[in-house]
């Protein structure tokens, strides 16, 4: 079929006067009958390269794809394109039997060029056997990075896929993804067994979309309710990675007027249709959902993309990343990242064989190298994807907006390239790093590294900061003086390039990496910072030592720092607004301190023509079930081990969700529970201790106690503390 009218054609069918990148190359290759591999970013018009050739060539398309909801919106799209009606189908597991009778007839008659499916309905022996009778044109392998199990999203189904095709009859195949390393391309390929396939490559930079990861604190609920109010009416999808998450979340943004809805499996089907539609019909403006579930919706103009909970991987962050600005306009893409969401990932991934968790955790380690590095954030992305960015700064990325100064690490670097030279091997980036810095670890010993003249080079470099290994070893590989090994995947090897700079090495530098605070909720950070009137923060400073005074408490008890910053951002004047808006403060500590602060407050709003910012406001939602529970389980004076075990939380976060709740202003008796854990001295002598004490944090607490007792206990105490004092 060499001598069709392509541009012609597509006039015909989408209306459009000219491809976009390869797309004219892929489809006359997949016209010849060749097999072809098509890697292209998100937006780059994927679709187009399988949906052309089926209404040209003679037969059906056999679309799998994992996303019914990606199905359903495409189907509607070829259908809405020509002149009758069943063009393209989808045969799924959630349709009725008469709905899979009419497929069946219009795929029969030659009326369906396209019919989309699941690999699991792929696989079942009634529809083996139908599609055995249909002319089949080629299959279209869509989310082809479902095959590997180091992809994002790895389905066994998709194994499955090159058997059921060889029993259903011969004929081209297209695998088609838009996010794929070297390693998982080859696995596709190998999978499908289309090794030979032509292969097109397009580029993974998206210029319009903006990148930035933000530190999650406890106010991550009030940042993002203020970041889609500060321009309303864009449309945008927000990942969290629970159920109970999505619908939280959804919730508080609806109860502040954002017009959202939560979209997860666990909603009945109708429902999340409903929801679909609302939002492609802009009934609604943001989606909040599941990362497992995903959308697969066609939007083209999706303005941002907030990630709730860093991604188990990057190529999962680059794809729903890349659902922003499909039409070419603005993207700004937002991942909150705290170091412990990564360790509750690897947790997850206890239960599994010892070969996925392997794969898993260095997944979860090149996710957290992007999101701590400070080096460009497209680069590091395009890097990963095997592509390389020319600039230095792309100007639309958070650490390219606020760079960091550079350090010269000329040393350092000799001190990696050199190791993984003498190792005479590939081994991970934990691996070199503990052989620099002379960690004889059972893994370098049991290769014998430890007795290398280069063990420990790093330990003469300690005057500079240990941190500087990892961002070494990322602008190395940026500068391609090492690069990762395919088959072994994320091991390292010196290139060419690495030999010629250790022959004659060059001043090198680089940036630390960015800082996220792991503090607990000591200071219950809510996401502090200074305050815009600094004026007001100094005079409830001295209000609070004041009331302190008066109710015999140390100032913290009364409100942290970072409430009064808060509290001289928001202005809030009355009772209400105090608990509603600022973090840290409940109903009961509101009502037992708050009236004094307020009137200071209003006052000074008024002397000074002050303009309170009351768009601002964040409304909250009744929601916290697990906080009620814990309530009542005290109340019930319930062994507190216990407790954190029926909520499936080990004692350290269950400690952290308690300590929330006193420090908002409700009062929890524990006593019952120190009484048998604690000798009554040594819970009286920290005690004591936080009484005089002008500060709560456990890390001083611990020092100036001489490392007598354990964090729980300090912790404990502490709480029964402003139980009794602050509440």
């Known amino acids: 079929m060499k001598d069709v009218d392509l541009i012609g054609k597509l006039k015909q069918y989408f209306g459009f006067d000219k491809f976009k990148g390869d797309q004219e190359n892929i489809i006359r290759n997949l016209l010849e009958g060749k097999d072809t591999f098509v890697l292209m970013p998100t937006g780059g018009g994927k679709s187009l390269c399988y949906q052309l050739p089926s209404l040209i060539m003679e037969g059906t398309a056999i679309v799998i794809s994992p996303l019914i909801a990606l199905m359903k919106n495409q189907v509607d799209v070829i259908n809405g394109i020509s002149e009758?009606?069943?063009?393209?189908?989808?045969?799924?597991?959630?349709?009725?039997?008469?709905?899979?009778?009419?497929v069946k007839a219009d795929v029969m008659s030659g009326v369906t060029k396209l019919l989309y499916m699941a690999p699991e309905s792929l696989t079942k022996e009634e529809n083996v056997s139908f599609l055995r009778n249909v002319k089949i044109s080629f299959y279209a392998v869509d989310e082809a990075h479902c095959i590997s199990e180091w992809g994002h999203d790895f389905r066994p189904e998709y194994r499955k896929i090159r058997p059921i095709v060889d029993g259903i009859g011969k004929a081209p195949v297209i695998a088609l993804t838009a996010t794929a390393?070297?390693?998982?391309?080859?696995?596709?390929?190998?999978?499908?067994?289309?090794i030979d396939a032509t292969e097109f490559r397009s580029s993974f930079n998206r210029p319009n979309l903006y990148y930035e990861v933000r530190p999650k604190t406890n106010a991550v609920d009030k940042q993002i309710v203020r970041f889609i109010k500060s321009d309303p009416g864009k449309s945008g999808i927000?990942?969290?990675?629970?159920?109970?998450?999505?619908?939280?979340?959804?919730?508080?943004?609806m109860a502040n007027d954002i017009k959202a809805a939560p979209y997860h499996a666990g909603l009945d089907t109708p429902v999340r249709n409903k929801t679909q539609d609302d939002f492609l019909m802009e009934e609604i403006d943001v989606i909040v959902a599941t990362i497992a579930f995903g959308m697969g919706i066609d939007k083209p103009d999706v303005r941002f993309v907030i990630h709730y909970d860093i991604p188990k991987s990057?190529?999962?962050?680059?794809?729903?990343?890349?659902?922003?600005?499909?039409?070419?306009?603005?993207?700004?893409?937002i991942a909150f990242y705290s170091h412990k969401d990564l360790q509750k990932l690897e947790k997850f991934m206890a239960?599994?064989?010892?070969?996925?968790q392997d794969i898993g955790r260095h997944l979860l380690q090149e996710t957290e190298a992007y999101a701590e590095s400070s080096l460009c954030r497209r680069k590091l992305l395009l890097n990963y994807f095997g592509e390389t960015y020319g600039k230095d700064n792309c100007g639309n990325c958070d650490n390219c907006l606020h760079p960091k100064v550079k350090i010269e690490a000329t040393n350092q670097l000799q001190c990696v390239l050199s190791s993984i030279k003498a190792m005479k091997g590939n081994y991970h980036t934990q691996y070199v790093i503990d052989f620099v810095r002379g960690r004889a670890t059972d893994d370098i010993v049991s290769h014998k590294h430890n007795l290398l003249e280069e063990f420990g080079c790093g330990d003469e470099l300690k005057d500079k900061k240990d941190k500087l290994w990892g961002p070494?070893?990322?602008?190395?590989?940026?500068?391609?003086f090492l690069k990762k090994e395919i088959e072994d995947y994320g091991t390292l090897m010196l290139t060419a390039a690495g030999k010629k700079w250790l022959k004659n090495p060059e001043p090198f530098f680089v940036t630390e990496d960015n800082e996220f605070s792991e503090d607990d909720y000591d200071d219950a950070s809510e996401g502090g910072g200074t305050a815009l009137d600094p004026e007001l923060l100094a005079v409830l400073k001295s209000l609070r030592k004041d009331v302190a005074r008066k109710h015999n408490v140390p100032p913290y008890v009364v409100f942290q720092d970072s409430s009064l910053e808060h509290m001289a951002t928001m202005y809030p004047v009355t009772i209400e607004e105090l608990y509603t808006i600022i973090p840290g403060v409940g109903r009961g500590k509101a009502m037992r301190?708050?009236?004094?602060?307020?009137?200071?407050?209003?006052?000074?709003?008024?002397?000074?023509?002050?303009?309170?910012p009351e768009d601002l406001r964040i409304r909250t939602v009744v929601k916290n079930s697990r906080k009620i529970k814990i309530i009542q389980s005290i109340d019930g004076k319930m062994d507190l081990d216990d407790i954190?075990?029926?909520?499936?939380?080990?004692?350290?976060?269950?400690?952290?969700?308690?300590?929330?709740?006193?420090?908002?202003?409700?009062?929890?008796?524990?006593?019952?529970f120190l009484d048998e854990v604690m000798d009554e001295d040594a819970v009286e002598e920290i005690y004591e201790y936080f009484r005089e004490s002008d500060t709560d944090k456990i890390s001083v607490a611990m020092e100036e106690l001489g490392g007598e007792y354990e964090e729980d206990e300090i912790r404990l105490v502490r709480i029964k503390f402003l139980s009794e004092l602050a509440n």
């Open 644 to 672: 954190a075990e029926a909520m499936n939380l080990d004692f350290d976060e269950f400690l952290t969700e308690v300590e929330r709740i006193v420090y908002s202003g409700t009062k929890l008796d524990i006593s019952y």
């Open 181 to 194: 390393t070297d390693k998982v391309r080859t696995d596709i390929k190998k999978n499908l067994g289309i």
């Open 84 to 102: 009758k009606d069943g063009v393209a189908h989808c045969l799924n597991s959630s349709m009725n039997k008469a709905s899979i009778d009419k």
């Open 472 to 480: 070494v070893i990322r602008y190395a590989l940026i500068e391609g």
């Open 351 to 356: 239960d599994k064989q010892v070969a996925e």
């Open 314 to 333: 990057l190529e999962g962050y680059y794809q729903e990343t890349g659902r922003a600005g499909r039409d070419g306009g603005e993207g700004k893409c």
């Open 593 to 612: 301190y708050g009236a004094e602060f307020c009137k200071v407050i209003k006052q000074h709003c008024e002397e000074n023509e002050i303009m309170r």
């Open 238 to 253: 927000i990942y969290c990675l629970s159920r109970k998450k999505v619908e939280e979340l959804a919730a508080i943004l």
